[in-house]
């Protein structure tokens, strides 16, 4: 039995895997976390842009977590990547796009 079949038994827990693993060792949410563009960010209002870019530069997982909340559901993949890019304590990846979007605004 492999840890994370323990973890499973143990916590209930389920572990989502990338189509085409074989060995089941890349999980889909890591997936997302090289698919954050600038222009996804567009839609957003330029306050919330900025309290994102601060939120990131501060490393405050909650405070990104509740901006992430006010998302529209049309743009449920924006929500997904920063999500798991807050998961996974990426930070200065969503600082540097919200950034390269300033650059390219001005």
Same mark, same amino acid.
């Given at each position: 039995m492999t840890v994370f079949e323990k973890l499973a038994q143990q916590l209930g827990v389920d572990y989502? =895997?990338?189509?085409?693993? %074989?060995?089941?060792?890349?999980?889909?949410?890591?997936? =997302?976390?090289?698919?954050? %563009?600038?222009?996804?960010?567009r839609f957003m209002p330029e306050p919330w842009i900025h309290q994102l870019h601060q939120a990131a530069l501060q490393g405050n997982d909650l405070w990104i977590t509740k901006l992430i909340q006010e998302i529209p559901k049309p743009q449920d993949t924006l929500a997904k990547i920063l999500k798991?890019?807050?998961?996974?304590?990426?930070?200065?990846?969503?600082?540097?796009?919200?950034?390269?979007?300033?650059?390219?605004?001005g």
């Amino acid at each position: 039995m492999t840890v994370f079949e323990k973890l499973a038994q143990q916590l209930g827990v389920d572990y989502l =895997y990338a189509e085409g693993s %074989e060995t089941g060792d890349a999980f889909v949410s890591s997936s =997302y976390s090289d698919q954050l %563009e600038p222009t996804m960010l567009r839609f957003m209002p330029e306050p919330w842009i900025h309290q994102l870019h601060q939120a990131a530069l501060q490393g405050n997982d909650l405070w990104i977590t509740k901006l992430i909340q006010e998302i529209p559901k049309p743009q449920d993949t924006l929500a997904k990547i920063l999500k798991t890019l807050t998961d996974e304590f990426e930070f200065d990846k969503i600082a540097a796009v919200v950034a390269q979007l300033g650059q390219n605004h001005g």
